[in-house]
């Protein structure tokens, strides 16, 4: 994957993730987790063949249960 485009990808899921805690918890992405564990679900979601939303209302659900 072209380098550019995989840091687009990213920054998009990092902002799809912060608003989706947004909207499920009220509160921003950094308030639960740090960049390091976004990045490491980018990573997961990369590496999977669910759909992006799927994945992160999934993770988020997992990261408020801990």
Known sequence: MDSQLLTQQR????????????VMTGYGAHVHVNT??????????????????????AAISSLKRT
């Open 11 to 22: 920054a998009q899921f990092i902002d799809r993730v912060h608003q989706e805690f947004l």
């Open 36 to 57: 390091h564990g976004i990045l490491m679900l980018f990573n997961q979601f990369l590496n999977q063949q669910r759909p992006e939303r799927e994945f992160i209302r």
